[in-house]
């Protein structure tokens, strides 16, 4: 018995485009939804509750949305190889950089504030359980950092919804 892909030779790519459309898309709205619903929130919760939430978000983003981005960018560019022209090719291979470079932005633009958060979550922790309380200037601090880092995730968020539509492009064009 012949597999689908023996059988359809434009089977397996479309299959691929489809799925890898659907994943960036998916990944586009979580990132975007992390700025847009996410930060406001953890903005209105007290200091040590926003920065053990942003913590247990930040890990769950950081276990599962690089790879994913990689995936999915790899995925791309092997589609570009196999592009029928010029235009789908050029698209293809914009939306593999743009979706894999969150990873390379990640690094040069939000890893000193990932850090920083990371660090004030565990001095407050430190300072309830000494049963000592944030100074106000603290608290203003962790609540500044919070929103800069929903601010910089807008950047990846807008480099994988422009992967998207570039993929997007390459589809429909």
């Not at 459309?21 to 990132?31: K, M, Q, R, Y």
């Not at 589609?79 to 690094?107: K, N």
């Not at 480099?159 to 997007?168: E, F, P, S, V, W």
Request: aromatic share 6%; proline share 6%.
């Amino acid at each position: 018995m012949s597999s689908p892909s023996t059988t359809n030779p434009f089977l397996a790519p479309k299959l691929l485009q489809t799925t890898t459309l659907l994943v960036t898309g998916l990944s586009s709205g979580i990132s975007l939804s992390l700025s847009v619903f996410v930060t406001p929130r953890l903005l209105e919760s007290p200091t040590p509750l926003m920065l053990r939430q942003w913590r247990h978000t930040y890990a769950l983003g950081a276990a599962t949305m690089p790879l994913t981005a990689v995936a999915a960018g790899a995925a791309y560019a092997w589609l570009a190889l196999r592009a029928p022209g010029p235009r789908g090719r050029a698209l293809l291979t914009a939306a593999a950089a743009l979706t894999a470079g969150i990873v390379p932005y990640t690094w040069a633009c939000m890893l000193g504030v990932n850090k920083r958060l990371v660090e004030k979550e565990r001095e407050v922790a430190a300072l309830e359980k000494g049963g000592a309380e944030l100074t106000a200037e603290e608290e203003i601090g962790a609540k500044g950092l919070v929103d800069f880092w929903g601010m910089l995730n807008l950047g990846r968020a807008g480099m994988l919804i422009a992967g998207t539509a570039c993929g997007l492009a390459a589809t429909v064009f």
